[in-house]
T-cell receptor, first 117, second 112 residues
Framework: SAVISQKPSRDICQRGTSLTIQCQVDSQVTMMFWYRQQPGQSLTLIATANQGSEATYESGFVIDKFPISRPNLTFSTLTVSNMSPEDSSIYLC??????????????FGPGTRLTVL | KQEVTQIPAALSVPEGENLVLNCSFT??????LQWFRQDPGKGLTSLLLIQSSQREQTSGRLNASLDKSSGRSTLYIAASQPGDSATYLCAVTTSGTYKYIFGTGTRLKVLA
């Protein structure tokens, strides 16, 4: 399994500013994922972050708006740039990790609740 | 393109009832299906994972089944309790990818 922590847990930000969210895992993992959950909605994958390479973004998400760093196998950051009220969401970090069986499961951090005024 | 739907969107039941949550997906070529629980304003807790070769998984009062050919999974909760109140999400990965596609969720409320 994997235990994931995120900072900050929540923040209220002004329009036009940027916020960097940190994700720390208690074990080394190859892939880390960033999701967005808009109010009342399900989760949407923003990008996949592999250590040592550029993040891979899903359709509708771009690097200029959501730059991602992955400096090592236990840490990643997601920045939400030039924020607008539409960016108000919960942002979740997740990883794939072995469960002790023959397969991997996806584990999630507690999320960062962002409100943009 | 894989789409995942959950029915019902919301459910309210009295304590002690057995209940079934449904998840359907459009592309049967899945690698695995995972059920999660999400409490309000919180992250996701993994409940059960079913690999494509499996038909069901059980953990305590929870039982998840998978029918790939019909594109369906069910989560059965026995003897429901107020502490089971949460949003339940199913998610699938399609063979050959690592991406999870999430369903729309079922908001469950168990009344004491």
């Amino acid at each position: 399994s994997a235990v994931i922590s995120q900072k900050p847990s929540r923040d209220i930000c002004q329009r036009g500013t940027s916020l960097t969210i940190q994700c720390q895992v208690d074990s080394q993992v190859t892939m880390m994922f960033w999701y967005r959950q808009q109010p009342g909605q399900s989760l949407t994958l923003i990008a996949t972050a592999n250590q040592g390479s550029e993040a891979t973004y899903e359709s509708g998400f771009v690097i200029d708006k959501f730059p991602i760093s992955r400096p090592n196998l236990t840490f990643s950051t997601l920045t939400v740039s030039n924020m607008s009220p539409e960016d108000s969401s919960i942002y979740l970090c997740s990883v794939e990790a072995p469960t002790g069986g023959s397969y991997n499961e996806q584990f999630f951090g507690p999320g960062t609740r962002l409100t943009v005024l | 393109k894989q789409e995942v739907t959950q029915i019902p969107a919301a459910l309210s039941v009295p304590e002690g009832e057995n209940l079934v949550l449904n998840c359907s997906f459009t592309d049967s070529a899945i690698y695995n299906l995972q059920w999660f629980r999400q409490d309000p304003g919180k992250g996701l807790t993994s409940l059960l994972l079913i690999q494509s070769s499996q038909r069901e998984q059980t953990s305590g009062r929870l039982n998840a089944s998978l029918d790939k050919s019909s594109g369906r999974s069910t989560l059965y909760i026995a003897a429901s309790q107020p502490g089971d109140s949460a949003t339940y999400l199913c998610a699938v990965t399609t063979s050959g990818t690592y991406k999870y596609i999430f369903g729309t969720g079922t908001r469950l409320k168990v009344l004491a």
